[in-house]
């Protein structure tokens, strides 16, 4: 713990709350699928990969879904869905981590896409602004958990991976980054984030 010199926080499922479900309601209305169907048949296939790491465009990846997913509507009407997983920040991380920024610099790293990214920077502002640097897969062409995705961010905050304490809800991340020389919680509630950082010596 006392070597640590850098936080490192996931985005959705650790400082804005999203429900997937919400988009598949959603798109239930354009497509011929049940909302079970549509459940069964999302998968996080290579164009969803591919749109996170910024090989493939929203409107490419979009018309995939179409085709995937049975849907028979608008841009904006897909859109509108795909946007729809965002819920709301969670409080009480994001004053965890304002207050741990006194002590240490605050990054994130997600793994989004450029629809998404365009929506919580508009609807989330202030989560954004708690930070000193926002890293984003489909700007810097890689996916978490992949060990090289987090080295490029080790080099780009200029900290050892082993000094970096790595936030996610997904225990994929959480694995991945222990493999690539980080510390790393497990996130599955503010608590989580809350009793690590204290024990950090953070006043929370």
């Given amino acids: 713990m006392e070597s640590v010199e850098a936080l490192l926080f996931d ?36 164009p969803y990969r591919q749109h996170e790491t910024g090989e493939l465009s929203t409107k490419d990846y979009f018309d995939s879904l179409r085709l995937s997913l049975k849907l028979d509507g608008s841009y904006e ?38 629809a998404h990214q365009s929506e919580w920077r508009s609807r989330f502002p202030e989560v954004v602004a708690s930070f000193d640097r926002v890293f984003v897969s489909s700007e810097v062409g890689l996916r978490k958990p992949g060990r090289a995705a987090f080295e490029l961010i080790s080099r780009e905050i200029g900290v050892p991976p082993d000094k970096i ?40």
């Avoid at 859109?79 to 969670?90: D, L, R």
């Avoid at 936030?167 to 996130?187: M, P, S």
């Fill in 11 to 46: 985005l959705g499922g650790v400082l804005i709350d999203i429900d997937f479900k919400r988009v598949l309601r959603e798109w239930a209305t354009i497509s011929s699928l049940s909302f079970e169907e549509l459940q069964t048949a999302f998968q996080h296939d290579l």
């Fill in 165 to 204: 304490m790595f936030f996610d809800d997904l225990l994929e991340n959480v694995t991945g980054a222990l493999e690539a020389g980080l510390l790393a919680v497990h996130v599955r509630s503010p608590a989580d984030v809350q009793n690590a950082l204290r024990r950090l010596g953070c006043a929370i």
């Fill in 77 to 114: 009407q897909i859109a509108t869905g795909w946007n729809s997983v965002f819920v709301s920040e969670i409080s009480e991380t994001v004053e965890a981590v304002r207050k741990a920024r006194r002590k240490y610099p605050c990054y994130v790293f997600t793994n989004s896409n450029p």
